[in-house]
């Protein structure tokens, strides 16, 4: 079975290219155009895999990593897409439940290759 | 009876001399230098005894006749206030003599108390002006915006001005000498002031960072310490200067510039990122087909285009902002931008169905003010009215005077403003939490419109709005009467 990837991002751009990318590498993605509608989807859905950005109408990506880590019974790897890479706190960051932080401008490429590595850690006993 | 004669002749001379150098001496007494007074009133005494012993015997070996007439000359110069008997070349004689020798004696001691009352008079002038100037000096401290501190070596505040008066709330009055401890209580403060004296020569300037209250009460200041030093190698602390800039507004103009930057920084990197990635997409050949292949490079136009836009009106605001463009003022009429305007957006509204109508006064209202600056004012206001209202929607620009004020009304029919945002609507890169949802935008186009309306043109923008229903976005600019 395919792993499903969620990419909350509220620029249409961003979810359009990360959906293309990882579909061609034949993942489900599903997609939320804010951190609410991430945090909803997610909840019903229950990826694998979860995109954010951290700057979203509604609930900002950080409200949506601490909310997902205590309301979910098994723990989701997210990772972090921002334009806001240098100015967060790392200590705040070693805090939350992400597993990477990617900087905007981006590699589709790159972001694909990290998907399919801790999508394969996780399945490796 | 000669005898009796000559003794009074005696007392007579003195008296006339006592009274040449009473009239000289005056002054100097009036001028109360009590030094130089006794010394001066002492060699008079004496110069009047040996005058009066050399007087007496030569006196003794004189006619009556001639020492009557001295005496009258005496009496002249005693009435006339004057100094020196006039004694012709004839009067050869002791008491002829004796009368010049008293003259030069005279003009001698005249010239002494000259000397005397002019180096009186500089000093009192030099007291004058030390005087004024310290007057002046501490005139000049009190009138600095700064706060100005100085410390003696014992750690008594010597000198305060009125801000430092302020920033420590000191009760004193000024002038007063008041152990440092008792006057300031932060402990931060009087850290910096006795690390800067007890540090001497070793570090004889210093500047620090001090903050005082806090949240919104918060002041930060920028003390500069000197330490000050005397004696003949300047080598011994003599106390402390601490002088206190606030610089509150500027950390919080440094704050917004910075916020304004990273905002700049973080808005240029959306298009930045996705013009990145579908460029990688195409590099990858991650494009299906040539048709999917055009969409990626739609895109990339598109969000190049975005970028530009962005860095435009940025560009815009940061010149209009520090004054860079100079508004080119004339008087204008309001009517014919908003036609231009409705001319420019309608291709817009017409691809969204929605219907622009413009109901422009017959009457020419005239503003004064810079037409490509309005011009862009109005067309952010009514190509936003367009996109944030949905398909099928209405759109209406009217103009109006009211109270001195040519009016423009741009009223929509779209999803409105919630009312805890109509204020920050105007900040630069707010956008709206619906609007983000429905249109791009730079979240520069307001806050374009009302530095232009209300900083440039003295106007008012003012909104009135309800969520579902639609907004009204008013311009007021001052008419021309």
């Known amino acids: 079975m395919a792993a499903r990837v969620l990419i909350a991002d509220d620029e249409p751009c961003i979810t359009d290219v990360v959906s293309r990318k990882l579909r061609k590498e034949g993942f489900e993605v599903i997609v939320a155009a804010d951190g609410q509608e991430a945090y909803e989807l997610a909840m019903a859905e229950r990826p694998d895999f979860i995109i954010t950005d951290l700057q979203m109408p509604r609930m900002s990506g950080l409200e949506l990593c601490v909310r997902l880590a205590a309301e979910l019974a098994e723990p989701v790897p997210i990772l972090m897409l921002t334009a806001k890479g240098f100015e967060l706190d790392p200590a705040e960051i070693a805090r939350l439940p992400i597993l990477a932080v990617m900087t905007k401008p981006f590699s589709p490429r790159e972001l694909r290759d990290k998907v399919c590595q801790a999508l394969q850690d996780l399945r490796a006993p | ?481």
């Open chain 2, 1 to 481: 009876m000669i005898e009796l004669r000559r003794v009074a002749a005696v007392i007579l001379l003195c008296v006339g001399v006592g009274a040449g150098l009473h009239l000289l001496l005056d002054p100097l007494r009036n001028a109360g230098q009590g030094a130089a007074d006794k010394a001066l009133t002492l060699g008079a005494g004496a110069a009047l005894a040996v005058l009066g012993a050399i007087g007496g015997y030569l006196i003794a070996r004189i006619p009556k006749e001639r020492i009557r007439d001295v005496a009258d000359r005496l009496e002249v110069l005693v009435r006339r206030g004057r100094v020196g008997m006039a004694f012709s070349d004839a009067e050869a004689d002791a008491l002829g003599r004796f009368g010049h020798a008293v003259n030069r004696y005279l003009a001698f001691v005249k010239d002494e108390v000259e000397q005397s009352q002019i180096a009186v008079k500089e000093r009192q002038i030099q007291m004058k002006v030390l005087e004024a100037e310290k007057r002046h000096v501490e005139a000049v401290i009190h009138a600095i915006s700064d706060g100005v501190l100085v410390m003696d070596s014992f750690s008594d505040l010597v000198l305060t001005n009125e801000a430092a008066k302020g920033i420590f709330g000191f009760q004193f009055e000024a002038g007063s000498r008041v152990p440092v401890e008792e006057a300031i209580t932060d402990a931060t403060f009087l850290d910096l002031l006795s690390e800067m004296r007890e540090s001497g020569s070793l570090v004889p300037h210093r500047t620090a960072e001090w903050k005082r209250g806090a949240g919104e009460c918060e002041r930060a200041y920028r003390v500069i310490l000197n330490t000050v030093f005397e004696g003949r190698k300047r080598d011994r602390v003599s106390g402390v200067v601490a002088v206190l800039h606030d610089v509150t507004r500027e950390k919080e103009i440094a704050r917004a510039k910075s916020d304004f930057v990273s905002s700049v920084s973080h808005e240029m990197k959306a298009p930045l990122a996705s013009i990145k990635a579908y460029t990688e997409m195409l590099v990858d050949g991650d494009a299906d087909d040539p048709a999917e292949a055009r969409e990626f490079l739609v895109i990339i136009a598109g969000e190049t285009d975005r970028l530009t836009r962005l860095i435009d009106k940025t560009l815009n605001l940061s010149r209009l902002e520090s004054g860079l463009i100079a508004a080119n003022k004339a008087d204008l009429a309001v009517t014919e931008l908003l036609r231009a305007v409705a001319e420019v957006v309608s291709p817009q509204a017409a691809a969204k169905g929605i219907r622009l109508e413009a109901d422009l006064a017959p009457l020419f209202f005239h503003v004064h003010g810079d037409r490509d600056m309005l011009y862009q004012a109005i067309l952010n206001v009514v190509s936003n009215a367009v996109k944030y209202t949905p398909e099928g929607g209405h759109v209406a620009i009217s103009t109006y005077l009211d109270d001195g004020a040519v009016v423009v009304d741009v009223a929509d029919t779209g999803m409105g403003v919630p009312a805890d945002e109509i204020e920050r609507i105007f900040e630069k890169f707010y956008r709206s939490s619906r609007s983000a949802d429905t249109a791009a935008g730079t979240g520069l186009g307001l806050p374009l419109v009302k530095q232009i309306v209300e900083t440039i043109h003295g106007g008012r923008v003012a909104v009135e709005s309800e969520v579902g229903k639609g907004s009204v976005f008013r311009l007021y600019l001052p008419a021309v009467r």
